[in-house]
Protein backbone atom coordinates (compact mmCIF):
# COMPACT_ATOMS: atom_id res chain seq x y z
CA UNK A 1 0.00 0.00 0.00
CA UNK A 2 1.29 3.31 -0.96
CA UNK A 3 1.79 5.60 1.82
CA UNK A 4 0.47 9.35 1.88
CA UNK A 5 2.65 11.93 2.23
CA UNK A 6 1.82 14.68 4.71
CA UNK A 7 3.32 18.69 3.60
CA UNK A 8 4.08 18.90 7.92
CA UNK A 9 7.44 20.45 6.95
CA UNK A 10 5.73 23.09 4.60
CA UNK A 11 3.00 23.81 7.51
CA UNK A 12 6.29 24.14 10.25
CA UNK A 13 7.95 26.30 7.88
CA UNK A 14 5.63 28.44 6.92
CA UNK A 15 4.02 28.77 10.63
CA UNK A 16 7.82 30.05 11.48
CA UNK A 17 8.38 32.59 8.59
CA UNK A 18 4.77 34.15 9.46
CA UNK A 19 6.20 34.48 13.34
CA UNK A 20 9.42 36.15 11.86
CA UNK A 21 7.71 38.71 9.54
CA UNK A 22 5.55 39.63 13.03
CA UNK A 23 8.44 39.73 15.17
CA UNK A 24 10.20 41.66 12.79
CA UNK A 25 7.90 44.52 11.53
CA UNK A 26 8.19 48.10 13.11
CA UNK A 27 6.13 49.07 16.49
CA UNK A 28 2.88 50.76 15.58
CA UNK A 29 2.82 54.38 15.70
CA UNK A 30 1.27 55.36 18.51
CA UNK A 31 -1.81 57.83 17.75
CA UNK A 32 -1.83 61.58 19.71
CA UNK A 33 -4.69 62.96 20.19
CA UNK A 34 -4.48 66.59 20.80
CA UNK A 35 -5.54 68.70 24.31
CA UNK A 36 -8.32 71.29 23.30
CA UNK A 37 -9.63 73.56 25.83
CA UNK A 38 -12.95 73.46 26.60
CA UNK A 39 -14.82 76.46 26.71
CA UNK A 40 -16.12 77.00 30.18
CA UNK A 41 -19.85 77.33 29.09
CA UNK A 42 -19.72 73.57 27.16
CA UNK A 43 -17.75 72.48 30.45
CA UNK A 44 -20.54 73.64 32.60
CA UNK A 45 -23.23 71.98 30.56
CA UNK A 46 -20.93 68.55 30.76
CA UNK A 47 -20.46 68.61 33.81
CA UNK A 48 -24.31 69.38 34.50
CA UNK A 49 -25.53 66.30 32.16
CA UNK A 50 -22.82 64.10 34.17
CA UNK A 51 -24.22 64.98 37.40
CA UNK A 52 -27.74 63.99 35.97
CA UNK A 53 -26.24 60.82 34.45
CA UNK A 54 -24.65 59.08 37.25
CA UNK A 55 -25.42 61.30 40.47
CA UNK A 56 -24.44 58.30 42.44
CA UNK A 57 -21.27 57.33 41.21
CA UNK A 58 -17.61 58.08 42.59
CA UNK A 59 -16.03 57.56 39.44
CA UNK A 60 -17.47 61.01 38.41
CA UNK A 61 -15.82 63.14 40.58
CA UNK A 62 -12.55 61.95 38.68
CA UNK A 63 -13.91 63.04 35.09
CA UNK A 64 -15.43 66.50 36.28
CA UNK A 65 -11.98 67.78 38.08
CA UNK A 66 -10.40 66.83 34.56
CA UNK A 67 -13.32 68.57 32.72
CA UNK A 68 -12.78 71.70 34.97
CA UNK A 69 -8.82 71.84 34.37
CA UNK A 70 -9.79 72.27 31.02
CA UNK A 71 -12.07 75.27 31.62
CA UNK A 72 -10.23 78.26 31.08
CA UNK A 73 -9.86 80.60 34.34
CA UNK A 74 -12.55 83.51 34.30
CA UNK A 75 -12.49 87.19 35.53
CA UNK A 76 -14.71 89.79 34.95
CA UNK A 77 -12.59 92.70 36.02
CA UNK A 78 -14.15 96.41 36.42
CA UNK A 79 -14.10 97.37 32.88
CA UNK A 80 -15.44 94.49 31.24
CA UNK A 81 -17.24 95.29 28.39
CA UNK A 82 -18.26 92.52 27.35
CA UNK A 83 -21.67 91.89 29.58
CA UNK A 84 -24.56 92.76 26.98
CA UNK A 85 -27.35 95.34 27.20
CA UNK A 86 -29.95 92.95 27.62
CA UNK A 87 -28.16 92.04 31.52
CA UNK A 88 -28.41 95.81 32.62
CA UNK A 89 -31.71 96.19 31.65
CA UNK A 90 -32.94 92.87 33.80
CA UNK A 91 -31.41 94.66 36.66
CA UNK A 92 -34.31 97.31 36.71
CA UNK A 93 -32.53 100.11 37.62
CA UNK A 94 -34.81 103.32 37.96
CA UNK A 95 -36.09 105.32 34.93
CA UNK A 96 -35.91 109.02 34.31
CA UNK A 97 -37.86 111.69 32.54
CA UNK A 98 -37.01 114.55 33.64
CA UNK A 99 -40.58 115.67 33.51
CA UNK A 100 -41.61 114.15 36.80
CA UNK A 101 -41.04 116.63 39.73
CA UNK A 102 -41.82 113.45 42.23
CA UNK A 103 -38.64 112.27 40.74
CA UNK A 104 -35.72 112.34 43.00
CA UNK A 105 -32.58 112.59 40.33
CA UNK A 106 -30.22 111.97 42.44
CA UNK A 107 -31.76 107.94 43.43
CA UNK A 108 -31.89 107.45 39.65
CA UNK A 109 -27.90 108.62 39.75
CA UNK A 110 -27.28 106.00 42.87
CA UNK A 111 -29.62 103.15 41.73
CA UNK A 112 -28.16 103.14 37.82
CA UNK A 113 -24.72 103.31 39.62
CA UNK A 114 -25.20 100.26 41.96
CA UNK A 115 -26.73 98.66 39.16
CA UNK A 116 -23.57 99.14 36.72
CA UNK A 117 -21.18 98.27 39.77
CA UNK A 118 -22.61 95.06 40.20
CA UNK A 119 -22.11 94.26 36.17
CA UNK A 120 -18.36 95.99 36.24
CA UNK A 121 -18.36 98.12 33.73
CA UNK A 122 -16.04 100.97 32.87
CA UNK A 123 -16.49 104.75 33.09
CA UNK A 124 -17.08 104.87 29.40
CA UNK A 125 -19.55 101.81 29.22
CA UNK A 126 -21.85 103.15 32.42
CA UNK A 127 -22.42 106.66 30.68
CA UNK A 128 -23.43 104.98 27.33
CA UNK A 129 -25.93 102.19 29.61
CA UNK A 130 -27.40 104.99 31.53
CA UNK A 131 -28.47 107.25 29.11
CA UNK A 132 -30.97 103.92 28.16
CA UNK A 133 -32.76 105.05 31.16
CA UNK A 134 -33.42 108.55 29.97
CA UNK A 135 -36.60 109.22 28.42
CA UNK A 136 -38.60 112.32 27.11
CA UNK A 137 -36.96 115.37 28.49
CA UNK A 138 -34.57 113.92 30.33
CA UNK A 139 -33.89 111.97 26.59
CA UNK A 140 -33.73 115.28 24.79
CA UNK A 141 -31.48 117.08 27.01
CA UNK A 142 -28.77 114.37 26.88
CA UNK A 143 -28.81 114.37 22.67
CA UNK A 144 -28.57 117.57 22.88
CA UNK A 145 -25.87 117.54 25.05
CA UNK A 146 -24.06 115.28 22.44
CA UNK A 147 -24.52 117.70 19.84
CA UNK A 148 -22.54 120.05 21.52
CA UNK A 149 -19.58 118.09 21.96
CA UNK A 150 -16.82 118.47 19.66
CA UNK A 151 -16.07 115.45 16.99
CA UNK A 152 -13.66 113.08 17.96
CA UNK A 153 -13.26 113.83 21.55
CA UNK A 154 -13.66 110.69 23.89
CA UNK A 155 -16.86 109.91 24.97
CA UNK A 156 -18.21 110.83 28.56
CA UNK A 157 -17.22 109.44 31.70
CA UNK A 158 -19.13 109.00 34.86
CA UNK A 159 -17.83 111.69 36.49
CA UNK A 160 -18.30 114.00 33.83
CA UNK A 161 -21.82 112.48 32.73
CA UNK A 162 -22.92 112.97 36.79
CA UNK A 163 -21.87 116.39 36.40
CA UNK A 164 -23.57 117.78 33.76
CA UNK A 165 -26.38 115.85 34.75
CA UNK A 166 -26.96 117.69 38.29
CA UNK A 167 -25.91 120.83 36.69
CA UNK A 168 -29.24 120.51 34.47
CA UNK A 169 -31.16 118.83 36.95
CA UNK A 170 -29.93 119.70 40.35
CA UNK A 171 -29.35 122.95 40.12
CA UNK A 172 -27.72 124.45 43.47
CA UNK A 173 -31.31 126.36 44.00
CA UNK A 174 -33.00 122.82 44.03
CA UNK A 175 -30.72 121.01 45.98
CA UNK A 176 -30.51 124.21 48.66
CA UNK A 177 -34.70 123.62 48.42
CA UNK A 178 -33.82 120.06 49.83
CA UNK A 179 -31.17 120.88 52.07
CA UNK A 180 -33.90 123.30 54.29
CA UNK A 181 -36.66 120.52 53.69
CA UNK A 182 -34.38 118.32 55.49
CA UNK A 183 -33.53 121.07 57.82
CA UNK A 184 -37.41 120.98 59.03
CA UNK A 185 -38.07 117.53 58.69
CA UNK A 186 -40.24 116.07 61.88
CA UNK A 187 -41.93 113.25 62.63
CA UNK A 188 -46.08 114.26 62.72
CA UNK A 189 -48.46 112.67 64.34
CA UNK A 190 -50.00 111.46 60.90
CA UNK A 191 -46.44 110.02 59.71
CA UNK A 192 -45.35 106.32 60.67
CA UNK A 193 -41.68 105.75 61.21
CA UNK A 194 -41.42 103.94 57.77
CA UNK A 195 -42.77 107.31 56.40
CA UNK A 196 -40.15 109.63 58.32
CA UNK A 197 -37.20 107.21 57.69
CA UNK A 198 -37.91 107.50 53.83
CA UNK A 199 -37.67 111.02 53.83
CA UNK A 200 -34.86 111.62 56.34
CA UNK A 201 -32.65 109.02 53.79
CA UNK A 202 -34.10 110.74 50.84
CA UNK A 203 -33.59 114.24 51.83
CA UNK A 204 -30.16 113.84 54.07
CA UNK A 205 -27.97 113.57 50.97
CA UNK A 206 -28.81 116.76 50.17
CA UNK A 207 -27.52 118.01 53.47
CA UNK A 208 -25.22 115.66 54.57
CA UNK A 209 -23.32 118.66 56.66
CA UNK A 210 -26.20 118.14 58.94
CA UNK A 211 -26.15 114.90 59.87
CA UNK A 212 -22.33 114.32 60.21
CA UNK A 213 -23.02 110.88 62.45
CA UNK A 214 -25.70 108.51 62.59
CA UNK A 215 -26.56 109.22 66.75
CA UNK A 216 -27.67 112.82 64.94
CA UNK A 217 -30.75 110.85 63.79
CA UNK A 218 -32.10 109.70 67.01
Known amino acids: MARTC???SAGRGATRGGGQ???NAPPPVPTIVPTVALPAEAVARLLNV???LVPTQGGSSALQATLQTQAPTQT???GNKEVSLHEFLKLK???FTGSDNSADP???LGGTLKALRALGYSSERDVELATYK???MANTWYETVLLGRPVGVPPLTWDEFTKLFKNHFLPDTLMQQYARDFERL???LDMDVSTYNTKFCKLAIYAPHLVPTEEARV
Request: net charge negative; glycine share 4%; proline share 12%.
Open 186 to 188: VQT
Open 21 to 23: GVR
Open 76 to 78: QPF
Open 50 to 52: LEA
Open 93 to 95: SPK
Open 106 to 108: QSF
Open 134 to 136: LED
Open 6 to 8: TPS
